[in-house]
């Protein structure tokens, strides 16, 4: 089958925007176009590769075409770089779009500079998702990222592993918050009383600083919040206690807005940046995202 690559871009545009709408745009087509587009390559394929909805994704017939197509930019990309009268006039505003996974305390922290400085090296566009760095990895292995940052240190099929040290995080949280829950101190019933803060339901940080301090697992009760710098604001607005990055606690304990609980107690989680061998050369070697 010769491949319609008119039709290929349609569909990696849906996917990429979420509508059709913004994908027509992007492509400087009306949506009628890209709607009979998809329609004839669903046709070809005898398969739907768009599930219609707010926001369009892609099944995995068209994740899997998202795929080709990203490989496709890149690599067009490179050889235009090379072979520069090769390229069409259309083409100048074609820009490339890179998927990368993070979890949300490196983008809170130290990642969003380290892509930054990516970004502005190059043209390409970044698109940035979210996950626990237990889970990043899976990512890569549907394909739906390029790179990810990642727990995993072993290196997922297909890409490079550079290590990029380690978070280290403190449990904190504000002085009436432990006055209340902890007036004779820091005692494991206490703990089973006093709320902490969990970002998700993939988030075990909180049950392995516990594990490590108490010797077993422990049960607590919890609000969720599913923001790096709404765990921060909610540690001083005294909602419970929280496992705080130390670059982003360390100011509010420095001014005795916060307190942290077992001193001493950090808890670090090692990681790991893997990007797939197809990457762009400037990608693997941009300084802050091959090392921290």
Request: hydrophobic letters at 40%; charged letters at 20%; one cysteine or more.
């Given at each position: 089958?010769?491949?319609?690559?008119?039709?290929?871009?349609?569909?990696?545009?849906?996917?990429?925007?979420?509508?059709?709408?913004?994908?027509?745009?992007?492509?400087?087509?009306?949506?009628?176009?890209?709607?009979?587009?998809?329609k004839?390559?669903?046709?070809?394929?005898?398969?739907?590769?768009?599930?219609?909805?707010?926001?369009?994704?892609?099944?995995?017939?068209?994740?899997?075409l998202?795929?080709?197509?990203?490989?496709?930019?890149?690599?067009?990309?490179?050889?235009?770089?090379?072979?520069?009268?090769?390229?069409?006039?259309?083409?100048a505003?074609?820009?490339?779009?890179?998927?990368?996974?993070?979890?949300a305390?490196?983008?809170?922290?130290?990642?969003?500079?380290?892509?930054?400085?990516?970004?502005?090296?190059s043209?390409?566009l970044?698109?940035?998702?979210?996950?626990?760095?237990?889970?990043?990895?899976?990512?890569?292995?549907?394909?739906?990222?390029?790179?990810?940052?990642?727990?995993?240190?072993?290196?997922?099929?297909?890409?490079?592993?550079?290590?990029?040290?380690?978070?280290?995080?403190?449990?904190?949280?504000?002085?009436?918050?432990?006055?209340?829950?902890?007036?004779?101190?820091?005692?494991?019933?206490?703990?089973?009383?006093?709320?902490?803060?969990?970002?998700?339901?993939k988030?075990?940080?909180?049950?392995?600083?516990?594990?490590?301090?108490?010797?077993?697992?422990?049960?607590?009760?919890?609000?969720w919040?599913?923001?790096?710098?709404?765990?921060?604001?909610g540690?001083l607005?005294g909602?419970?206690?929280?496992?705080?990055?130390?670059q982003?606690?360390?100011?509010?304990?420095?001014?005795?807005?916060?307190v942290?609980?077992?001193p001493?107690?950090?808890?670090?989680?090692?990681?790991?940046?893997?990007?797939?061998?197809?990457?762009?050369?400037?990608?693997?070697?941009?300084?802050?995202?091959?090392?921290r």
């Amino acid at each position: 089958m010769a491949m319609d690559y008119a039709a290929l871009r349609a569909v990696a545009a849906v996917v990429r925007t979420g509508s059709f709408e913004r994908a027509a745009a992007s492509l400087n087509v009306t949506p009628s176009a890209v709607s009979q587009r998809i329609k004839h390559l669903e046709e070809r394929f005898g398969a739907v590769l768009i599930e219609r909805g707010t926001p369009c994704t892609a099944t995995d017939k068209g994740l899997a075409l998202c795929r080709h197509m990203d490989r496709v930019g890149m690599l067009e990309k490179d050889l235009m770089a090379q072979l520069p009268e090769l390229s069409e006039p259309e083409d100048a505003g074609q820009r490339v779009t890179l998927n990368v996974a993070t979890n949300a305390d490196s983008l809170g922290t130290w990642f969003l500079e380290a892509i930054a400085s990516f970004t502005k090296a190059s043209d390409y566009l970044v698109n940035v998702a979210i996950d626990d760095e237990d889970h990043t990895a899976d990512w890569l292995r549907r394909g739906q990222v390029l790179a990810a940052v990642t727990s995993l240190e072993r290196p997922v099929q297909g890409c490079r592993v550079t290590p990029l040290g380690s978070l280290r995080y403190q449990a904190t949280a504000s002085p009436d918050f432990v006055a209340r829950y902890f007036p004779d101190g820091f005692t494991e019933e206490a703990f089973q009383r006093a709320p902490a803060l969990t970002f998700n339901q993939k988030d075990r940080l909180q049950n392995a600083w516990a594990r490590e301090v108490f010797g077993h697992d422990m049960s607590f009760p919890t609000h969720w919040l599913p923001s790096t710098q709404s765990f921060l604001e909610g540690s001083l607005a005294g909602m419970g206690w929280a496992l705080n990055p130390v670059q982003l606690a360390r100011p509010h304990l420095e001014r005795g807005e916060l307190v942290e609980l077992f001193p001493g107690k950090l808890l670090e989680r090692h990681l790991f940046w893997q990007i797939n061998r197809l990457a762009p050369t400037s990608f693997m070697s941009c300084p802050g995202l091959s090392s921290r």
